[in-house]
């Protein structure tokens, strides 16, 4: 039986272009022009989240810029999408330090089991490097075992 889906399956769904990183290889060359201009409101999001239930897409990334920039509504996404049988992941740096525990406990309690995330080198020089800050390296592996210690899983691209 062949079947034909309405919507794709899988969307990458951008809460925030913030990033608090200036990574090297970041794909978006224009960030110091554009970025920070944009980032979804609650209204926003919730008729984008009608549609996607309308379409009947499978499973929502959520992601940035730094997915983490705006927490509420990034929250607010976990949770709704959750409720509605949505498979739901997000897409962090996971570098943002500032209340990054508790944060991770509430996104896990909002439905979230699994984070995205980019550790660029095993060296923490190149790292560093690569993502253009002192200390990256080491936010990220905490970052990391900050989720894991807290029950989400992580999987890191290099």
Known sequence: MHRVYKAPTVI????TDVCNEKCRHCLNF?????????????DQLDRIIDE???????????SGGESFVNFEVLEYGIK???????????????????????????????G?????????????VVCDYMVNAVGAYERIITGIEDCVENGIRVSANM
């Open 30 to 42: 224009d960030r110091d022009y554009s970025l920070g201009s944009a980032s979804l409101n609650f």
């Open 12 to 15: 990458d769904l951008e809460v």
């Open 80 to 110: 709704k999408l959750s409720e509605k049988n949505v498979s739901v992941s997000v897409c962090s740096n996971l570098s943002i330090k500032g209340n990054r525990v508790d944060r991770i406990k509430r996104l896990r309690d909002a």
């Open 112 to 124: 979230l089991d699994h984070i995205l995330t980019s550790l660029i080198s095993h060296d923490p």
């Open 52 to 62: 996607v239930l309308e379409a009947e897409v499978f499973h929502v990334i959520l």
